[in-house]
């Protein structure tokens, strides 16, 4: 009798021990899963507030103006084949350059048209060499000048080709008319530039 008495003990201890020990390993699963939230939760909160600080970032970046820089023309590539690109240069620096020539009255010039087209396409030759070599290998100094070397780069060859190559052709009554020549120049050849690239992406669209 003490036997099943002593038995029935152990199986009423082994009971509880099992059942201390189911209820122990459901507290640790409680726990567990407590602690699994509270991290999500505090990932989730740093990545609402990452999020946060980019859209911040984001508004304030478009809510700033872009600083304003005087920029001339870095040169643009019309077409890959260079006779084309040049071609579209040339006719650009003669549609433009005749213009001016007409325009301002204190240029005088020999109207052969042979003349001109061989003087425009001597300078276009020669600006697009020089502009191909700067920005092929000076680049850092074109961004730091914002551009500049162009303009007197394009003013020099402009001077050599017309005081030495064709002398004769064209008559300025001074060196500051051909420095608001050349400006004018570059200006006009941007815009028309600028207008003919918005007509090729309207075609292409």
Same mark, same amino acid.
């Given at each position: ?43 989730? !909160? ?150 003919? !690239? ?8």
């Amino acid at each position: 009798m003490d036997d099943f008495d002593e038995t029935d003990r152990q199986e009423e201890n082994e009971d509880q021990d099992q059942e201390e020990k189911e209820n122990h390993d459901q507290d640790n699963n409680q726990e567990n899963d407590e602690e699994r939230r509270k991290r999500h939760e505090k990932e989730l !909160k740093k990545l609402l507030e990452t999020l946060k600080a980019l859209e911040e970032e984001k508004k304030r970046r478009r809510g700033k103006k872009p600083p304003r820089v005087i920029r001339l023309e870095f040169g643009t590539a019309y077409h890959k084949n260079p006779l084309v690109n040049f071609m579209m240069y040339y006719f650009m620096n003669l549609v433009v350059m005749i213009s001016l020539l007409e325009l301002f009255g204190f240029v005088e010039y020999d109207r052969s048209l042979g003349f001109i087209f061989l003087f425009v396409a001597t300078y276009t030759f020669l600006e697009m060499l020089f502009r191909n070599y700067v920005l092929y290998n000076h680049f850092p100094f074109v961004m730091n000048t914002m551009g500049f070397i162009f303009f007197f780069g394009y003013l020099t060859i402009f001077y050599i080709v017309e005081h030495f190559i064709f002398p004769d052709l064209i008559t300025f009554e001074g060196v500051t008319f051909i420095i608001i020549f050349m400006g004018a120049f570059i200006v006009f050849r941007y815009v028309l530039a600028h207008m003919i !690239k918005r007509i090729i992406l309207k075609t292409v669209r």
